[in-house]
């Protein structure tokens, strides 16, 4: 997708702090992290939400989740506690259209959340 931002970050276009990485995913630290553990994890080919991510036929979203539980582990918040989220459409807060996980941890996580 030309115009996409995490697809520039995907093809290293632009620069962001990547702390995991596999062949069909990429993790990099959120630009305004919410805590301190605040990942985005996508899937390399573009999807736009998750919704599109869910009906990709070759097992994708398992990739996609396998990596937030990785980074986890790598960043010590497994297994205390953390959080994956998928905001998925504009009314659910989503504003980059390439589905991304959020993998926050590091705090108490209220719930529910706001
Ligand atoms: P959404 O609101 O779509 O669920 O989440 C988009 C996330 O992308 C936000 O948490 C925002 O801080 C993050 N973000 C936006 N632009 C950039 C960027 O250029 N680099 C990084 N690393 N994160 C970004
Ligand atoms: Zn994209």
Redesign the pocket.
Known sequence: MNDC??CK?VAKE?P??IVYETGRTLA???????APT?V?VVPKQHHADAAALASADDGLADDVLKTAHAIAVQEGVAPAGYRV???TGPA??????HV?A?VLGGRDLNWPPG
């Open positions: 931002l995490f970050i632009i962001a702090e990099f630290r959120d630009i305004n992290p919410q605040h985005l989220v998928f905001n659910a807060g989503q504003t980059v259209f991304h959020h």
